[in-house]
């Protein structure tokens, strides 16, 4: 069933103390986050080594079989729902932003290539691979269990290293490189079309708020992405419609005019333009 409200997960739910950084056992993690079987939002990244499972996740619409190992990324408000089995192994590891750009200022988390909204979620761990992040994740569990002294220090540390070995998989070429000003550049837009795209749907807005040319802020999409600044725009536009006819009661009118289109008639022409499909078949098909 549909509902209007989508629950956000916060690291609250693992501890009441101020914390941004948790980790534990896969097995019969439904039986004490319930929460993650429906679908719901959550403020952290959530990071998934499975080493064998059965189920299903889903992330905004996007659905991965569990089998064998795997490592999956959920970021920041995303869409998820988790059905993974009782005895399910692996690890489940949360971070907020905030965690992790403590200490490397100089290496953000917007580099990573699973940062970019069309890469991939999940990779597949070989064998030689499992037995590598195995062994990160035992020393890991073991700094989060005995929190010793600059206990979140080590975990950073160990959780960079992660991080790294999951770009080279999802991208063979690496990012440990020199700052990347256009990069930076794309980065700083995609940030303004996710708090503005309500309002703001042409690229001469965004370029205006970044003093920048719209000629020039389309030639950065265009090199860094291999698409055009429209088209950013227009995709965050309809993974939000998307996730309103998926996951909410509300109708086509009502998610025109949250969406800042002037009338649900443009609303329509423009969703089938994008996805082939009006706006009530796609909630048919997706209900």
Aim: proline residues 3%.
């Amino acid at each position: 069933m549909q509902t209007l409200n989508l629950p956000m997960c916060t690291m609250e739910m693992f501890s009441k103390e101020n914390i941004q950084f948790w980790m534990e056992d896969l097995s019969g993690i439904l039986e004490r986050y319930p929460r993650f079987e429906f679908p719901h939002k959550s403020d952290f990244f959530t990071l998934l080594v499975i080493e064998h499972a059965h189920g299903e996740i889903t992330i905004d619409n996007h659905k991965i079989r569990l089998d064998e190992s795997k490592a999956i990324i959920i970021k920041p408000r995303c869409i998820s729902s988790l059905d993974i089995s009782r005895t399910s192994n692996g690890k489940l590891i949360c971070f907020t932003e905030d965690f992790f750009s403590l200490r490397y200022n100089n290496n953000v988390l917007h580099q990573f290539s699973f940062q970019q909204r069309d890469s991939n979620v999940f990779i597949r761990l070989g064998e030689e691979q499992q037995i590598r992040w195995n062994a990160i994740i035992q020393f890991m569990e073991n700094e989060h269990i005995h929190q010793r002294n600059q206990c979140n220090t080590v975990l950073r540390s160990y959780l960079n290293i992660l991080l790294f070995e999951l770009d080279r998989m999802l991208n063979v070429n690496s990012i440990y490189s020199t700052k990347n000003i256009k990069r930076d550049k794309i980065f700083e837009f995609e940030q303004l079309i996710e708090k503005h795209f309500q309002a703001s749907k042409l690229p001469s807005d965004y370029a205006e708020m970044m003093h920048l040319s719209a000629n020039y802020l389309n030639k950065l999409c265009k090199e860094e992405t291999g698409q055009t600044a429209g088209t950013l725009i227009r995709k965050r536009i309809i993974i939000e419609a998307q996730r309103l006819l998926h996951y909410t009661n509300l109708s086509i009118n009502e998610i025109a005019d949250k969406l800042g289109f002037e009338n649900p008639s443009y609303f329509i022409t423009f969703f089938k333009k994008e996805t082939h499909f009006p706006p009530d078949q796609f909630r048919r098909l997706h209900s």
